[in-house]
């Protein structure tokens, strides 16, 4: 059976307690989806042990619905309403919640986690909160794709590391090449501080070729923008838009009009030639 890494449980764990502060709801819990079901795993406020270690299962409870539906679900009843089944009642109950929420975590079309966060008294869940609790699912799972792209880049890369001894024998081939400034252009861009992030950013151009510092400009008027740099740089190492749009926290439609405006600037004919045209003139490796 597959287990959660200490990584996604920290970032899981992160997100309950950051919807908690940011929404003012006292308990919330999820855990990670498994094709036997959902395993509450990490929680944030709960006084008694009778959520842990439960599995939700996909049509059963508001998590369950939630999962059914791969959509948020809420009732400001949860022990009252009739368009669940009550089969978590005892648990639930246990941690004194009468109002709930629960939000399925989606990466790559598929649902990787379930969020929840309740009420112990009347209170209604509010718009404010709910949408909160949407966000934080998006975010958690924007970094859980960010983590696993991470996870294969570094297993492509170890897979090429060398049996001889010979430093001829040791050279890194345009694909890690690709991957290794593609992650450092990322994660320039995710970092909150500036000096770390223009140290990043320098340490990118010098995996470029001549290993020196990017030109600021490509024949004038063909200048791209850095937007459209890194839409480039993931294409070259055959992403899908869909992907590229959770990595880069953009819609979808945006990630598909950067390259065709990176094909006017370098008078390209399509995206694969675009990339051709990027990797020649020096701004991808």
């Not at 022990?79 to 109002?99: C, K, N, V």
Request: aromatic content about 4%; charged content about 20%; overall charge neutral.
């Amino acid at each position: 059976m597959t287990t959660d890494s200490s990584h996604e449980i920290a970032l899981l764990d992160r997100t309950l307690n950051t919807l908690a502060a940011r929404t003012g709801l006292p308990v919330a819990f999820g855990g990670f989806a498994r094709s036997t079901g959902t395993n509450l795993t990490c929680f944030a406020g709960t006084r008694t042990g009778s959520l842990r270690g439960l599995v939700v299962k996909p049509g059963e409870g508001l998590g369950g619905l939630a999962l059914s539906r791969r959509q948020l679900a809420a009732t400001d009843s949860y022990h009252e309403t009739p368009e669940i089944i009550h089969s978590y009642d005892r648990e639930t109950g246990g941690e004194g919640i009468l109002a709930l929420l629960a939000v399925p975590v989606v990466v790559d079309d598929q649902v990787r986690a379930l969020i929840y966060a309740g009420l112990r008294n009347r209170r209604q869940l509010t718009d404010g909160m709910l949408s909160a609790a949407a966000a934080e699912a998006r975010r958690l799972a924007w970094e859980l794709s960010v983590h696993e792209e991470t996870q294969r880049r570094m297993a492509v890369l170890s897979a090429y590391e060398p049996q001889a001894a010979h430093p001829s024998e040791m050279a890194l081939s345009q694909e890690d090449f690709n991957a290794l400034y593609t992650e450092l252009r990322d994660i320039a861009r995710m970092v909150q501080d500036p000096e770390l992030a223009a140290r990043l950013s320098t340490a990118s151009t010098m995996l470029r070729p001549g290993q020196g510092p990017a030109p600021q400009a490509i024949d004038g008027p063909s200048n791209l923008s850095p937007s459209e740099l890194d839409v480039l740089c993931h294409l070259a190492l055959g992403k899908r838009n869909a992907l590229i749009a959770t990595h880069l926290g953009l819609a979808e439609s945006t990630v598909k009009s950067y390259p065709a405006s990176a094909v006017r600037k370098l008078g390209a004919t399509n995206r694969f030639d675009v990339v051709l045209r990027a990797r020649s003139r020096g701004p991808i490796p």
